[in-house]
Each structure stands twice: as structure tokens, then as C-alpha cells.
């Protein structure tokens, strides 16, 4: 078993950053993909990035590629997301996931953190 822990979200202005932090309880973090989702008021949890076991491989959704850059420390059993150039279509709960599928469907993972809140506005 996994557990997930998010950290890191707040308010930030439009064309600011944030980089959230997922933190894995257990030592077979390094044996999961993982991946971040999220989930605006009133929307479907949608995929956002993944990441592979050794961090070799990372797959972004289009509306984030170039602004956003998923990495993990599986010594430090985290991940993470760098997220630049944020817009008001960002806001949202950011939720991490792990699984054994590097793939975009939120149904291939197995465990979820709690989510962190997100919100970009002026």
C-alpha cells in the first residue's frame, strides 16, 4: 500500500508559478508510475502529467506542455510539479496518483492523495 500526501498549492497571480509536492509513505515508491490529476469546480478529474517508475519517460496533457514539468526523488519518495506561467484555467484540485501504467486514464491508478487546491486569479 501507498499513501499520498500533497502539499504546495495556494492563490498566485496569472503568469506566476507554484510547484507542488507529493509525498509517498512505504518503500516501494519507486516501483510506481505516477501521475498528477485535477479537478475544477464542477468538471471531470482530468490527467495533467505522468511520470515513469525511473523517471526516464514524462507525458504531459496539452494544455500544459511547456509550462508545466513533472519530476521525481524517488530517494526522497516525491514527486513533483513545477508549474509555470499559470492561467485562471488552471485552477483546480491537484490530486497525485500511483500506479503501474504510465497512461493518462485515471482508472489505471491505484492510490490518490487528498488533493491540494489550486486557484490563479488577480
Known amino acids: 500500500q501507498v499513501q499520498l500526501v500533497e502539499s504546495g498549492g495556494g492563490l498566485v497571480q496569472p503568469g506566476g508559478s507554484l510547484r507542488l509536492s507529493c509525498v509517498a509513505s512505504g518503500r516501494t515508491f519507486s516501483s510506481y508510475a505516477m501521475g498528477w490529476f485535477r479537478q475544477a469546480t464542477e468538471k471531470e478529474r482530468e490527467f495533467v502529467a505522468a511520470?515513469?517508475?525511473?523517471?526516464?519517460?514524462?507525458y504531459y496533457t496539452d494544455s500544459v506542455k511547456g509550462r508545466f514539468t513533472i519530476s521525481r526523488d524517488n530517494a526522497k519518495n516525491t514527486m513533483y510539479l513545477q508549474m509555470n506561467s499559470l492561467k485562471p484555467e488552471d485552477t483546480a484540485v491537484y490530486y497525485c496518483a500511483a500506479g503501474n501504467l504510465l497512461i493518462s486514464s485515471k482508472s489505471a491508478y491505484d492510490y490518490w492523495g487528498q488533493g491540494t487546491q489550486v486557484t490563479v486569479s488577480s
Open positions: 511520470i515513469s517508475q525511473s523517471a526516464s519517460t514524462t
